[in-house]
């Protein structure tokens, strides 16, 4: 699917297809941080604990930032104890993560059933563990509640979205999934994923 509904705003947090044994598992988008000072750039070189890179913003210019993966190392409070001057742990929680905002879907992959734990480049909705084909379109969900949403948005006759946690998502479902003929399919499809 194209338009609105591939643009939604995506949760911190999505469920997806382990790359190993393709049970669910939970991606965590990466957290940036612009580094301030040129001189603290070699401390996050050097860093077990982060990644750096340079990026590029929509005016051409170009600075420094460092990546947190807060699903390979944990909460930032805990994981990170001695920063530069300037920098706090606290910096990494709910700061600018890596969705489409400078180019990249970086973040950890982290698969409860074979343990698998690493850096993954997130190719949405390809990796949606909530995801299924109806007549050649794809319908996804970002989590099991939004999936369980879906699920009973689809399969109900009314089309007010304002009940639903996930009112935003739910809008930009395309007609195709909400048609009376799709409904029963659809519905029976999702739910085997729960």
């Given at each position: 699917?194209?338009?609105?509904y591939d643009w939604n705003p995506m949760p911190h947090k999505v469920d997806v297809k382990c790359p190993c044994c393709v049970s669910k598992a939970a991606f965590e988008f990466a957290e940036v941080v612009r580094i301030s000072k040129k001189e603290d750039v070699p401390f996050?070189?050097?860093s077990e604990q982060f990644e750096y890179r340079r990026f590029q913003d929509s005016c051409g210019h170009f600075?420094?930032?460092a990546l947190y993966f807060a699903g390979l190392h944990g909460s930032p409070s805990r994981a990170l104890l001695s920063l530069p001057e300037g920098y706090s742990p606290t910096n990494w929680q709910h700061?600018?993560?890596?969705y489409r905002s400078h180019g990249t879907d970086l973040g950890a992959v982290s698969c409860p059933r074979c343990g698998k734990r690493s850096k993954h480049q997130?190719?949405?909705p390809a990796d949606a563990y909530y995801s299924i084909t109806y007549k050649g379109d794809e319908l996804w969900a970002f989590?099991?509640?939004s999936a369980i949403e879906l699920i009973d948005y689809i399969g109900g006759n009314s089309r007010n979205v304002s009940k639903y946690r996930w009112s935003n998502f739910l809008l930009h479902i395309p007609s195709i999934f909400k048609s009376h003929?799709?409904?029963?399919?659809v519905t029976k499809r999702l739910g085997r994923l729960l």
């Open positions: 699917m194209t338009g609105i996050f070189q050097a600075w420094h930032g700061s600018k993560y890596l997130l190719r949405w989590n099991r509640e003929k799709a409904r029963a399919e």
